[in-house]
């Protein structure tokens, strides 16, 4: 691991994930999360303020990203959730079958190589009537934002790892 994905990329993806549009949709999406909960992309550990201590027993923190997962560490001894941290992408969650009650994801997809295998990995530790929420960002219906869109898309997967 070079020294910008150490360094800068975990501080600039916390950074523009706590834009004030991310985080109203967090505030609506989080709080719906109950029971023992999976979070792909948990990231620096931004969703943590917004999950229900009432309704949430445990989350599995799932993240590549061991600066990521550092940063996490120390923004969950804050809350009253237990956490358990495991350093993988989502193509192969290391849980049993039928575990998770909840699968929340924010903002994480772009970020999965194999999109397809990583949500067929969730529905299998996904107990039968669990529930997955997700809030994503995508391709904006308007024409010349969608311009733009592509002309920064190449620079930001670089930037944007």
Same mark, same amino acid.
């Given at each position: 691991m070079?020294? %910008?994905?150490?360094y800068?990329?975990?501080?600039?993806v916390?950074?523009?994930?706590?834009?004030?549009?991310?985080?109203y949709?967090?505030?609506?999406?989080?709080?719906?999360?109950?029971?023992?909960?999976?979070?792909?992309?948990?990231?620096?550990?931004?969703?943590?303020?917004? %999950?229900d201590?009432?309704?949430?027993?445990?989350?599995?923190g799932?993240?590549?990203?061991?600066?990521?997962?550092?940063?996490?560490?120390?923004?969950?001894?804050?809350?009253?959730?237990?956490?358990?941290?495991i350093?993988?992408?989502?193509?192969?969650?290391?849980?049993?079958k039928?575990?998770a009650?909840?699968?929340?994801?924010? %903002?994480?997809?772009?970020?999965?190589?194999d999109?397809?295998?990583?949500?067929?990995?969730?529905?299998?530790v996904?107990k039968?009537?669990?529930?997955?929420?997700?809030c994503?960002?995508?391709r904006?219906?308007?024409?010349?934002?969608?311009?733009?869109?592509?002309r920064l898309?190449?620079?930001?997967?670089?930037i944007?790892?």
């Amino acid at each position: 691991m070079g020294f %910008y994905d150490k360094y800068v990329l975990p501080k600039l993806v916390h950074s523009v994930c706590t834009q004030k549009q991310f985080t109203y949709q967090r505030k609506i999406v989080v709080p719906l999360a109950k029971g023992r909960v999976l979070e792909v992309g948990f990231g620096s550990g931004l969703n943590l303020q917004f %999950y229900d201590p009432d309704k949430v027993e445990h989350v599995w923190g799932l993240d590549p990203s061991k600066p990521m997962q550092d940063m996490a560490k120390k923004s969950a001894l804050m809350y009253k959730i237990p956490v358990d941290f495991i350093a993988v992408s989502g193509e192969e969650i290391p849980l049993e079958k039928n575990v998770a009650d909840t699968i929340l994801i924010t %903002y994480t997809l772009c970020t999965i190589v194999d999109v397809q295998k990583a949500l067929e990995e969730m529905r299998r530790v996904l107990k039968p009537g669990g529930e997955l929420i997700f809030c994503e960002h995508g391709r904006a219906p308007d024409k010349a934002i969608c311009k733009w869109q592509d002309r920064l898309n190449p620079f930001w997967r670089f930037i944007g790892g």
